[in-house]
């Protein structure tokens, strides 16, 4: 790991993503087979939600947790960065992701899609 040059802790970049979701466990299995992820740490509520959790992609941690009841949905948009977008598009569906956009190609000059 390269020498840490910002105030974020060991490990972390100097924004660290959180996801809130309705199904943490769900996105935590999920990572890790599309995109190669690596759980980190996962820790359970007395209600037996996941209050705290953290996963590695790549360089990036990112960190998340379940919704709770009272709050509002919010939503989560991660853009990662991989070698072949349409296999791992592929990967993705086959894992249970849901298609929102197919991948194509856009004006910057990158291809993706969304799940």
Known sequence: MPEQTNTAPRGCTTIAPWVVTD??????????QVFGGEEL???ATEDGLI??????VGD???MAFDRHADWPAVPSLLNVFVADVD????????????????????????RGGRV
Not at 87 to 110: H, Y
């Open 23 to 32: 199904g943490t466990g769900g996105f935590l299995d999920f990572v890790p």
């Open 41 to 43: 740490s996962r820790a």
């Open 51 to 56: 209050g705290h959790a953290e996963i590695r």
């Open 60 to 62: 990036t941690m990112v």
């Open 87 to 110: 296999k791992t598009f592929s990967q993705a569906l086959e894992a249970g992701g849901r298609l929102v956009t197919s991948p194509a190609d856009d004006a910057f000059g990158q």
